[in-house]
Nanobody, 120 residues
Framework: QAQAVESGGGLVQAGGSLRLSCAVS????????MAWYRQARGKQRELVAA????????RYANSVKGRFTISRDNAKNTVYLQMNSLKPEDTGVYYC?????????????WGKGTQVTVSS
């Protein structure tokens, strides 16, 4: 069964940067569009960024557009999220999973995610 393991979160000051990584197991990774999601305390989970199988197409939430960049390395079965100009409202747990809006592949079970905390 495929799994996704997130890493790279931490505590940063407003205006700082973080780079998140998501290592995915399973043989079909290169055929699956992927995404990053986040969930702030007390709020619903939301899509942050998505990337197509070849990385030719990306999609971002309006709140992070121009600040975050999603990428993938199919040879390494890894998805990345470069986060710049971080704001306190970016605080939350970040998860990777399939891009559920564009694929009929079953989603992965939600992992533990990686915590991002942005101080003001």
């Amino acid at each position: 069964q495929a799994q996704a393991v997130e890493s790279g979160g931490g505590l940063v000051q407003a205006g700082g940067s973080l780079r998140l990584s998501c290592a995915v197991s399973g043989s079909a990774f290169s055929q699956i569009p992927m995404a990053w999601y986040r969930q702030a305390r007390g709020k619903q989970r939301e899509l942050v960024a998505a990337v197509s199988t070849s990385a030719a197409t990306t999609r971002y939430a309006n709140s992070v557009k121009g600040r975050f960049t999603i990428s993938r390395d199919n040879a390494k079965n890894t998805v990345y999220l470069q986060m710049n100009s971080l704001k306190p409202e970016d605080t939350g747990v970040y998860y990777c999973n399939t891009d559920m809006a564009t694929t009929r592949y079953d989603m992965y079970a939600w992992g533990k995610g990686t915590q991002v905390t942005v101080s003001s």
